[in-house]
C-alpha cells in the first residue's frame, strides 16, 4: 500500500493551527483499551508490553477504535513507561496494580548510572509501530505519537510503581527526593526531557502528524515548584519536539492553579481536565493557542441524558472559538460502554 497524501486539511490538525472546521473534531485519550471487546480479546493472548512491543499488533489496536467511534485523530497505542526498559529501570505491568518499577530511582547515584538511550534504536520497535500506524490510517485521520513529561516519568521512576501517580496519591518519595536531592532531582529531570523530547521527533519523523505530551500528575504540585522544579525540563522538551514541525499538544490534569505557567512551558494546544471551564481555559492560556479537552470520563457512565448534558455544556464554554478539539479530561475508563463514545462522537459532530 504507497502512502496517503498528507491530511493537512483534516479537521483535527486544522483546530490544532486554530484554523475554521466543519465542526468540531473529537478523540478519547485511552480511545485504545480495555473498554473495546476487540482490545480485550488481544489482551487475552498477548500482555501489554507484548502488545506494545510487537509493531503489527500495536497499529492494530491504535486502529481499532477509529472506525468503531469515528473520531478525528488516532493515538498511537505505546505506553510513556516503555523508556524504562532502556534506562534500566524494569518495567512490568500486573493486573490490577498497574505499572511496577524494579529498581526504582531513590538516589544520585541511581541518576548519575543511567545509561544513555537512543530512541532511534532503543525505542526502533514504537517507531516502527508509528510507521505502520501512519500508513494504515485513513488520510483524514492523523495519527498522534507521544511521550510522557518529565514530572509524571520522573514521579513512576521515583514511587516505583502502583495505579495512577506511581501508586502514590501524596507522592511523598517524589516530592522528599526533589527537596532532599534538588540537584539530583533536576539532573534527572533534564535527562527525562530530552529523552522525552527526542523520541517525540523521531515519531514525527516516522509519521506522527501531531505529539502530544502527558504530563498527567503536574497537578499535585504548587504553582511554585511547578514553576522551580519542572517548568524549565517541560519547556525543554516541548522546544525539542515543536521542532519536528507538527503540532503539540502539552496535556495534564490538575493544572488549574497554575495553567498560564503550564502553558508558558510550550505547546501548540494546551490539554486541561474538567476543573476549569474551557472557556476560562482559553482566556488563560491565550489567543495564541488552542484548547483540548475536557469532559469529566466518569460522565460517561451517567444516563444519557446527564450525559449529553455535560457534552453540550462543554461545547456551549468552547463556543464558535477556533481551536477548540473536543477530549475527555483524562482516559477512558475501562468501564465505559462503547455506544456512549459513540454518542459523544455524534452530538460533537452536530448528531
Ligand atoms: O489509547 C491510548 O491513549 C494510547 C495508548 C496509551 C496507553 N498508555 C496504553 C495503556 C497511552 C497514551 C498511555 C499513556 C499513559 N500510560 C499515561 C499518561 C496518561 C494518563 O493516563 O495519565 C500514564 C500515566 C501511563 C502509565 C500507565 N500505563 C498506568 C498507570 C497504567 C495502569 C493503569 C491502567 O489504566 O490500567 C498503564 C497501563 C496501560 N497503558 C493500559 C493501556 C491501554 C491498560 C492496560 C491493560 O491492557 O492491561
Not at 147 to 172: M, N, Q, V, W
Not at 234 to 240: A, K, N
Not at 283 to 304: I, T, W
Not at 314 to 333: E, K, Q, S
Amino acid at each position: 500500500m504507497s502512502r496517503q497524501p498528507a491530511p493537512d486539511d483534516s479537521r483535527f490538525l486544522k483546530a490544532c493551527r486554530r484554523e475554521p472546521v466543519d465542526v468540531t473534531p473529537v478523540w478519547f485519550m485511552r480511545q485504545a483499551g480495555r473498554y473495546l471487546p476487540e482490545y480485550r480479546a488481544l489482551r487475552a493472548k498477548h500482555s501489554l508490553l507484548e502488545l506494545c512491543h510487537d509493531p503489527a499488533l500495536a497499529a492494530e489496536v491504535t486502529l481499532q477504535p477509529i472506525a468503531r467511534l469515528g473520531v478525528d485523530a488516532a493515538i498511537l497505542f505505546a505506553d510513556i513507561l516503555l523508556p524504562f526498559e532502556p534506562l534500566g529501570l524494569g518495567l512490568s505491568f500486573s493486573p490490577g496494580e498497574g505499572p511496577q518499577i524494579e529498581r526504582p530511582i531513590r538516589d544520585a547515584a541511581a541518576v548519575r548510572e543511567l545509561p544513555a538511550v537512543d530512541p532511534a534504536l532503543d525505542l526502533g520497535y514504537v517507531l516502527e509501530a508509528v510507521r505502520l500506524a501512519a500508513r494504515a490510517l485513513p488520510a483524514n485521520v492523523p495519527l498522534i505519537g507521544f511521550a510522557g513529561g518529565p514530572f509524571t516519568l520522573a514521579s513512576y521512576a521515583i514511587e516505583g510503581g502502583g495505579g495512577g501517580g506511581g501508586g502514590s496519591r501524596t507522592f511523598a518519595r517524589t516530592k522528599a527526593f526533589m527537596y532532599q536531592e534538588p540537584d539530583s532531582w533536576h539532573q534527572l529531570l533534564d535527562r527525562l526531557a530530552y529523552l522525552a523530547g527526542r523520541f517525540l521527533a523521531a515519531q514525527a519523523a516516522a509519521g506522527a502528524r501531531a505529539l502530544q505530551l502527558f504530563d498527567s500528575w503536574v497537578g499535585c504540585l504548587s504553582p511554585q515548584d511547578y514553576h522551580t522544579y519542572v517548568q524549565p525540563h517541560s519547556r525543554r522538551t516541548l522546544t525539542l519536539a515543536v521542532r519536528a514541525g507538527v503540532p503539540v499538544i502539552h496535556f495534564g490534569t490538575g493544572t488549574a492553579p497554575f495553567l498560564e505557567d503550564f502553558a508558558a512551558a510550550g505547546g501548540d494546544v494546551i490539554g486541561v481536565d474538567w476543573r476549569i471551564p474551557i472557556d476560562q481555559a482559553f482566556e488563560r492560556v491565550g489567543p495564541a493557542r488552542a484548547v483540548q479537552g475536557n469532559l469529566d470520563p466518569a460522565a460517561l457512565l451517567a444516563p444519557p441524558a446527564e450525559r449529553e448534558r455535560q457534552v453540550r455544556d462543554v461545547l456551549a464554554h468552547a463556543g464558535a472559538r477556533p481551536g477548540f478539539i473536543f477530549n475527555l479530561g483524562h482516559g477512558v475508563l475501562p468501564e465505559t460502554p462503547v455506544e456512549a463514545l459513540r454518542a459523544v462522537v455524534e452530538l460533537v459532530h452536530g448528531g
